[in-house]
C-alpha cells in the first residue's frame, strides 16, 4: 500500500523563498503547493485538503495573523507554523494568539524547518483529550477550549495551552522540564533546539488565568527544573497524590 504524502501549504510572497521551500518539502517526501499572498493561501487552505501550512506574517492581499485566524476558525485541526522575522517577539506572540502551533524566524536552517514540520504533522493526528478539568475554581473545558469561574468565562485557550494543562495534571507532582514538554506536548524529536515557545506559551496562558484567578498561582516556576501545577490546587481533590 502506498504510504500517504503529508500535502503542505506554503503561502509566501518571496519568490526565492517560496521556491526553496516548495524544493526542500518536496525534496523530503512531502506533495508542496505555493502561494504569493495571504488571499490566494487562505483561499487555497479553505477549499483544499492540507496537513499543514506554512505561512509568512508579512503578505500582500492579507497577513499572515488574519489569514491563521480565519484556518483556525474554519479548520481547527490544521496545523499552521508561522514564518517570522529575527527578533520580532511581537510577530510570536501574535501569531500564537492568532492560533498558530509553531514558529520559525527567518533566516532559519533547513534542518529546522523540518523539525518542525515533522513534529505539528505528528500532533496534528492526535490530541490529548477534551477532557474537562477543575482547578481551585476554574473549569478548563478540552471540547469547547473554553475556560471560566462560576459561569464567568475569560478569553478561550488554544489547543496548545489545554494540552499543557493536562501534561502538568497528568505529571503531577513531578516537575515538568521544558524539555519534556517540547517532546511530549509539542512532539519534537531534537528536544535541544533552540525554542522560546514553551516560555511564551506558559506566559500566555499564565495571563488568561489570572484574569480570572487574580494573583494566585496556579503554574508554579521551579528554578533550573521546569513547571508543576501549585500543590494547593489538588490537595483536596480525590485522586490526587501526596
Not at 504569493?36 to 503578505?59: I, K, P, R, T
Not at 473545558?141 to 499543557?164: F, N, Q, V, W, Y
Not at 500566555?204 to 521551579?222: H, N, S, Y
Request: glycine fraction near 8%; charge should be negative; charged fraction near 30%.
Amino acid at each position: 500500500m502506498q504510504q500517504h504524502k503529508a500535502r503542505i501549504l506554503v503561502v509566501e510572497d518571496d519568490p526565492a523563498i517560496l521556491r526553496g521551500l516548495l524544493d526542500v518539502l518536496i525534496f523530503n517526501g512531502y506533495q508542496a503547493v505555493g502561494a504569493d499572498d495571504g488571499v490566494q493561501g487562505e483561499q487555497l487552505a479553505l477549499v483544499e485538503s492540507f496537513d499543514c501550512v506554512l505561512l509568512d506574517v508579512m503578505l500582500p492581499g492579507k497577513d499572515g495573523f488574519s489569514v491563521c485566524k480565519a484556518l483556525r476558525k474554519k479548520k481547527p485541526g490544521l496545523a499552521i507554523i508561522m514564518l517570522t522575522a529575527k527578533g520580532a517577539e511581537n510577530d510570536v506572540v501574535e501569531g500564537f494568539q492568532s492560533g498558530a502551533d509553531d514558529y520559525v524566524t527567518k533566516p532559519f536552517s533547513l534542518r529546522e524547518l523540518m523539525v518542525r514540520v515533522e513534529a505539528v504533522l505528528r500532533r496534528s493526528g492526535r490530541r490529548m483529550g477534551d477532557e474537562r478539568l477543575e482547578l481551585g475554581g476554574l473549569v478548563f473545558d478540552g471540547a469547547s477550549l473554553e475556560l471560566s469561574c462560576e459561569g464567568t468565562p475569560a478569553e478561550p485557550l488554544t489547543r496548545r495551552e489545554m494540552e499543557i494543562l493536562l501534561y502538568l495534571r497528568r505529571r503531577y507532582p513531578a516537575v515538568v522540564s521544558r524539555q519534556e514538554l517540547l517532546r511530549d506536548v509539542w512532539g519534537y524529536p531534537d528536544v535541544d533546539i533552540e525554542t522560546r515557545t514553551v516560555d511564551i506559551h506558559m506566559t500566555k496562558l499564565r495571563k488568561k488565568i489570572a484574569l480570572l484567578a487574580g494573583e494566585r498561582q496556579f503554574i508554579a516556576t521551579v528554578r533550573g527544573e521546569g513547571y508543576r501545577l501549585d500543590p494547593d490546587l489538588l490537595r483536596d481533590t480525590p485522586d490526587a497524590e501526596a
